[in-house]
């Protein structure tokens, strides 16, 4: 089986500020999120977690998975898609002409501004993750956790489910939900 799921909330998430690859912390909010994803998911076998370097995918997953004999793995590919320029600005997603409206809005016509990432790079350092680590463990019966971030976890999602650009945002990516992304 494969599973993803979001990191808890943060002061940035709350604010509507683009987060990115700057390293922010779980707020109280956040952390008492990933404790209750324990409790709900106890019950739910994983071999192995492969994680995000950035501190709130970290804190999610050591959280989520407290007190179980399970080793988390931290993947640099994981990493939230960088926004460059963009990364703590708040809201946006609501003005039309900034790139990042369309990153949120009509992501197939997404052009990275300055410092940022391109959606062709996050889906190749993504789909090598998956190709390399994730799909052949799930092949072979493994059980594979992946804790991440909103714009990454939906390239994963895009990338197993076979979606286009224009679907990138077609799954909801709440904070601290699992989701089944390959079952038996």
């Known amino acids: 089986m494969l599973y993803i799921m979001r990191h808890g909330k943060t002061d940035w998430n709350a604010a509507y500020r683009l987060q990115g690859q700057t390293d922010t912390d779980l707020n109280a909010e956040g952390v008492r999120m990933a404790q209750e994803a324990a409790r709900e998911y106890k019950g739910i076998h994983f071999d192995v977690c492969y994680c995000s370097p950035l501190k709130r995918a970290r804190e999610t997953a050591r959280l989520v998975l407290d007190g179980r004999d399970i080793p988390i793995i931290i993947d640099e590919r994981l990493k939230e898609m960088a926004f460059g320029i963009y990364e703590g600005f708040a809201n946006t997603y609501a003005f039309p002409d900034c790139p990042m409206y369309a990153f949120f809005k009509h992501p197939e016509e997404y052009k ?22 994730a799909l052949p463990q799930v092949e072979a019966g493994k059980d594979v956790l992946i804790i991440g971030h909103g714009a990454m976890n939906s390239s994963i999602v895009c990338q197993v489910k076979k979606r286009t650009l224009a679907e990138f945002w077609a799954d909801p990516i709440p904070n601290c939900k699992l989701q089944t992304l390959i079952g038996n």
């Open 112 to 133: 990275a501004p300055l410092g940022a990432e391109s959606m062709e790079e996050l889906f190749a350092r993504t789909g090598e993750f998956l190709e390399q680590v």
